[in-house]
């Protein structure tokens, strides 16, 4: 299954799939069937996304998520 990210005109994220192996920033292990917005990104201007088979990323101008295969808790901020 895939992992699907879309960020909004407002720049919220918004992730929906393949979640079982937490990927998509919610905090647990579960597929969503529609898009749903990563609350812990909310207001935070994000710029650039990707994901792949082991990862997924969000840029802002001030911090760097990154959730890497088996991410199952809030997500990370790492100064760029």
Not at 38 to 66: E, Y
């Amino acid at each position: 299954s895939d992992t699907i990210m879309s960020l909004s005109d407002r720049c919220d994220l918004y992730t929906w799939g393949d979640g079982t192996t937490g990927m998509l920033g919610h905090g647990e292990n579960a597929e969503e069937n529609v898009p749903r917005v990563v609350d812990a990104l909310q207001s935070k201007n994000i710029s650039t996304v990707a994901c792949g088979v082991n990862h997924t990323i969000a840029v802002t101008s001030i911090f760097l998520f990154v959730a890497i295969f088996n991410f199952t808790s809030a997500p990370s901020f790492l100064p760029e």
